[in-house]
DNA sequence: TTGACTGAATTACAAATGTAATTAGACTTT
DNA sequence: AAAGTCTAATTACATTTGTAATTCAGTCAA
């Protein structure tokens, strides 16, 4: 099963950067933090141990230094913390999420058409494979 | 400001309770539970407690229990909830959010074709107030 | 070789959270 | 009125989380 702990917010923003990253140490991570973060090194250390602990991440030692690698991938991460949120808010439905996000907050009209799009081909790919 | 702490898990779940019921004791509150849920009358009593350290409940006394209702709408939470979601897995963007519902989850045929109405109705709704 | 310095590992700690045990007050039944 | 019984208030406590101080191990300059 899925048993992983779930993740809390200070990892997750930490596990983003090192999905981003591919691969890096503790400094790389933390470098990659906007200084506006007001983010401490060593919390940076401690988030990627905690990621690790928790399955994560790998760690692999590269003389002294620990080198942290996405074990998880982003798409399971989002699918599990979405579901959760999900469950939690709406009592597991989907659609009143999507209707929060499409009527209460400020969706460029870029963004409203690129939604049509995908609509449309998701659609069109059911009839297909009917 | 918005300077309410945030909900816990527990705290919304409770909360979602509160809103549906629109005003209740603990105990009817508890009772609103399915069995399924396992959780402690206490538990909810210190949900309830929480709930309104942190304002979002009101609580008055009629006799010598305490009756709660809501003080914060849905909505508000939902968006407040939301917002932060978006903020830690998507760096702010609403955007791969539902592209994620979209693409990630089995979204019924229903609510596709909602969706469509609700974004074709908001594209119409802009060119209106233009 | 000995401090000073650098960078990483270890340890610390208060606050928040999940969960409930314990205590206390009012009502009932002998 | 004492004992038992409900129900609600208070207190407790381990775990998790956010945040960082402290310690330790090499390296370099004197």
């Known amino acids: 099963m899925t048993e992983r702990p779930a993740l809390s917010k200070g990892e997750i923003e930490v ?4 999905w981003d990253l591919k691969h890096a140490t503790v400094r790389e991570v933390y470098a990659a933090f906007p200084n506006s973060r007001g983010i401490d090194f060593t919390t940076v250390q401690t988030y990627l141990r905690r990621l690790e602990k928790k399955g994560y991440v790998n760690a692999k030692l590269d003389g002294r230094t620990r080198v942290y690698t996405p074990r998880v991938k982003p798409r399971t991460v989002i699918r599990e913390t979405v579901d959760d949120l999900v469950d939690r808010l709406f009592a597991g439905e989907t659609f009143p999420l999507m209707q929060h996000l499409i009527e209460d907050r400020n969706v460029s009209q870029e963004d409203l058409d690129a939604l049509k ?3 449309e081909q998701l659609t069109e790919a059911r ?4």
Not at 15 to 18: G, P, Q, T
Request: aromatic content about 0%.
């Open 127 to 130: 009839h297909e494979s009917e």
């Open 117 to 119: 799009i995908l609509l």
């Open 15 to 18: 596990a983003r950067v090192l």
